[in-house]
């Protein structure tokens, strides 16, 4: 279709991470579809060092700005964490993403011609 859907489940960690987001990249490159529909529920998330770290697992699974990221991470005690990491990652011009607390408004915005 017009996005890709991906949920991530367990433990947020830096090996998990790398592992996630290759994965995702392959996906979006295979299908050829850079919009990234997210939902994330993890019982811990990374650790700051680790999400200072998202700007390298993006490079090294090859995601760039081309990319568009709708993300909603379910957990409360670990959405902070998540804003982090997208916040480094915009900060550093990596990818282009935004947070959501809803399933819906994540889809509308990830399909908006904006």
């Known amino acids: 279709g017009d996005y890709l859907h991906v949920e991530v489940r367990g433990i947020g960690n830096y ?3 790398v592992s996630f987001w ?3 990249a392959q996906a979006c490159e295979t299908h050829q579809c850079f919009k990234v529909l997210g939902e994330q529920c993890l019982i811990d ?3 700051t060092l680790e999400a200072f770290d998202h700007p390298a697992i993006f490079k090294k699974a090859g995601i760039t700005t081309k ?3 709708a993300w909603v991470d379910k957990n409360p005690r670990t959405r902070e964490t998540t804003q982090f990491v997208y916040d ?3 900060s550093r011009s990596i990818s282009f993403g ?3 607390n809803d399933i819906n408004l994540a889809k509308e915005w990830l399909l908006s011609k904006g």
Do not use: G, P
């Open 22 to 24: 290759q994965q995702v």
């Open 98 to 100: 935004k947070m959501f």
């Open 45 to 47: 998330s990374v650790t």
């Open 15 to 17: 090996e998990n991470a």
């Open 67 to 69: 990319y568009k990221f």
């Open 88 to 90: 480094v990652l915009a």
